[in-house]
């Protein structure tokens, strides 16, 4: 995959890094999450991260998130496994400019 170069406001790029590293601890998290069946917690967690992904330039996060959630809501594991390792490729690919 190529590098994703992304179009932020500058107060928003100093803060990035951190985030996107947030967003890794709640992928494994989600992971944990499951492999435990915890769907709601799961929906939860990506709701949270859809509405930040917006406010934080990365539209793309956001719509993985919309897509786990359905994958949560329907029980759906190895839809929900797919959704984590696609975001996390994603996360891996973004070149802050």
Do not use: V
């Not at 803060?15 to 492999?35: G, V």
């Not at 897509?67 to 070149?95: F, G, H, S, V, W």
């Amino acid at each position: 995959m190529n590098k994703i170069t992304i179009d932020i406001d500058e107060d928003i790029k100093a803060l990035l890094p951190a985030y996107i590293q947030k967003r890794f601890r709640d992928i494994n998290r989600m992971r944990k999450l499951t492999a435990e069946s915890q769907w709601p917690a799961i929906a939860d967690q990506a709701h949270t991260i859809k509405g930040s992904g917006q406010s934080y330039g990365l539209p793309a996060l956001s719509e993985h998130c919309r897509l786990l959630q359905k994958a949560a809501a329907d029980k759906n594991r190895e839809k929900t496994l797919k959704i984590l390792t696609e975001m996390e490729k994603y996360l891996k690919n973004i070149k802050i400019p």
